[in-house]
């Protein structure tokens, strides 16, 4: 039996080549296929492979001091969901373009928002009613198919783009709320909390563990509506049968949460297309409407 394991730790590496060199001739010793990125901040991967492989990644994982207190999350999935194994040294687990700006210590990223478990985020929000937002530590491509409800999805593309997007002054009122950062399985929205710190907001907070734990607590019963985006070749996953769609097609505007490439190798731009249209319009909108008006 296959799965995938995501996971991710902010502690100190003072030797991020040597972890490398270690990860990768441990992942290959276990055929295990995905990405792993290390850094002086810690450790970020997701790999998929044979369910007793993975046992054993993480119980050797375990072994170096440092990451004794990673926090393993299991999700369906193969090793084919990967191409091949990346393990690789960064400045950054998530490239922010912050890497001066985070320190860390044992207990993780210093100053950063305090971490809520599902459990403990439903009372926030019992407790404060409308005095909480809900902020996403994702692009708005991955927010298109799934969010909490009434959050703030920031006008970004990449997570490079947070730490100017959050300085405009449209989001200023929100530095009066309870804010709630959350992102796809933690490490996000972590270093988006301590930004916002860091740019005044003094009641942050961020969902440990992230949207994999929440609907691994809650599944569609809760605040969570639609399908979570995934960065492997499922595209997404959904918490149970019941799941909502809330993406709209490009092209006919249905509910989908469905994801394809452009057609035209020049764009390959990601785009959500629903199962009637993708069969028919291969093209992103702007490419579709530059082969028309060509064909005139």
């Known amino acids: 039996m296959q799965r995938i394991i995501l996971f991710y730790l902010f502690t100190p590496i003072s030797d991020p080549m040597a972890i490398k060199l270690w990860q990768q001739t441990l992942a290959v010793s276990l055929n295990l296929r995905g990405r792993l990125i ?8 997701t790999l998929g492979g044979e369910m007793s492989d993975l046992k054993k990644y993480i119980k050797d994982t375990k072994t170096y001091p440092g990451f004794k207190k990673i926090v393993f999350k299991w999700s369906n999935g193969s090793r084919e969901d990967f191409p091949r194994l990346s393990v690789k040294v960064r400045p950054e687990l998530v490239t922010f373009g912050v ?6 210590d044992d207990n993780g990223i210093v100053g950063g ?5 599902p459990v403990q985020l439903h009372k926030l929000v019992k407790e404060k009613g409308n005095e909480v937002v809900f902020v996403d530590g994702r ?3 991955e927010a298109a198919i799934g969010r909490f409800k009434n959050a703030i999805v920031m006008d970004v593309n990449h997570t490079r783009d947070f730490p100017r997007e959050i ?14 950062t959350y992102c796809t399985g933690g490490i996000r929205c972590e270093v988006l909390s301590k930004l916002l710190k860091d740019e005044g907001y003094e009641d942050v907070y961020q969902l ?8 691994e ?18 595209m997404n996953i959904n918490a149970s049968d019941e799941t909502k769609l809330i993406g709209e097609c490009v092209h006919c505007k249905n509910k989908t949460s469905n994801y394809a490439n452009c057609s035209n190798k020049s764009c390959n731009e990601l785009i ?8 028919k319009i291969s093209a992103c909108v702007n490419c579709a409407t530059t082969e028309v008006a060509g064909t005139k």
């Open 99 to 104: 890497a001066e700006k985070l320190r860390v």
């Open 139 to 141: 692009n708005s491509r």
């Open 167 to 180: 300085t405009k002054a449209k989001y200023s009122k929100l530095k009066q709320k309870s804010v709630i």
């Open 272 to 279: 959500l297309s629903c199962n009637q249209c993708v069969n």
């Open 38 to 45: 290390i850094a002086e901040h810690g450790i970020n991967g």
């Open 113 to 117: 928002g305090k971490k809520l478990t």
């Open 208 to 215: 440990d563990g992230g949207i994999v734990k929440y609907i």
């Open 217 to 234: 607590k809650y599944g569609d019963s809760g605040l969570w509506e639609g399908s979570l985006f995934v960065f492997d070749n499922r």
